[in-house]
C-alpha cells in the first residue's frame, strides 16, 4: 500500500470513527476514544485534521458530500425553475425514508449543540455547510422562471429557505410530528417558496 493509499484510509477510518462517537457525544466526545475505534493514535487525527475540530469539519463535509451529489442526479438540467424546486423537494421527502436517517438527524442535532457549545467550531461548521450549499445555489440558478431566469442571488435566497423548510419538515416527518407531509405536501411546499423567492420582475404582486 502506498503512503498515500495508508493516509486515505487512516483518514477514512478517523472520519467513520468519529461519526460513531460524536453521534452518542456530542462535544464530550474523546478524541482517545476516536483514535482508538480506528485503531490508530490521537497523532493521526492532528496530522490529518489538525485537531478535534478540524476533524468534526471534515465529519460534516463527508457527510454532506454524497447528498448534494445525489441531489444534482434528481434534479436534472433542463427543467424550469418550479420543477426543479418540485424534484429536489421529492428526493428530500424520499432521503427522510432512508435506513440511515435516525443517525443522519441525530447527527444534525448534536453538530448543533457542539456548536452551541463551541463558537470557534460553531463558525467553521457554517462555513464549510455554505460551501457544500453553493452545490445547490448552483443547481438552481440560471433556471428559466416566467420570462426571465433565476440571478445567483435569487438561487441563493431559495436555498437557505429551502434548507430551513426541508430540515424542520424532515425532523417533523421522522419523530411522528408531520402527518401527512407526503412527497406532495414537499413539493407544494418548495414550490411555494420557489415562486414567491424568485418572482418574475414582470408579474404583477397579488
Do not use: W
Request: net charge negative.
Amino acid at each position: 500500500m502506498t503512503r498515500a493509499e495508508t493516509r486515505e484510509r487512516n483518514r477514512r477510518a478517523l472520519l467513520d470513527a468519529a461519526f460513531e462517537v460524536v453521534s452518542r457525544d456530542g462535544y464530550r466526545a474523546r478524541l482517545e476514544e476516536i483514535a482508538e475505534r480506528a485503531d490508530l493514535t490521537t497523532g493521526a487525527v492532528y496530522s490529518l485534521f489538525g485537531s478535534k475540530n478540524g476533524l468534526v469539519v471534515a465529519l460534516v463535509a463527508d457527510h454532506l458530500r454524497p447528498y448534494y451529489e445525489e441531489i444534482e442526479q434528481a434534479v436534472p438540467a433542463g427543467l424550469d425553475l418550479l420543477e426543479a424546486a418540485d424534484a429536489f423537494a421529492r428526493y428530500y421527502r424520499r432521503s427522510c425514508d432512508a435506513p440511515d436517517v435516525l443517525p443522519r438527524m441525530s447527527l444534525q442535532i448534536t453538530l448543533l449543540d457542539m456548536a452551541l457549545h463551541d463558537p470557534e467550531l460553531g463558525s467553521r461548521l457554517a462555513t464549510s455547510i455554505r460551501a457544500q450549499e453553493e452545490h445547490l445555489v448552483a443547481l438552481f440558478t440560471g433556471r428559466p422562471h416566467g420570462a426571465s431566469v433565476v440571478t445567483p442571488r435569487q438561487a441563493q435566497r431559495l436555498t437557505t429557505a429551502l434548507r430551513a423548510l426541508f430540515v424542520g419538515l424532515g425532523q417533523g416527518v421522522t419523530l411522528g410530528l408531520a402527518p401527512g407531509a407526503d412527497e406532495q405536501y414537499f413539493a407544494a411546499a418548495a414550490r411555494a417558496l420557489a415562486s414567491g423567492l424568485c418572482r418574475d420582475p414582470e408579474e404583477p404582486t397579488p
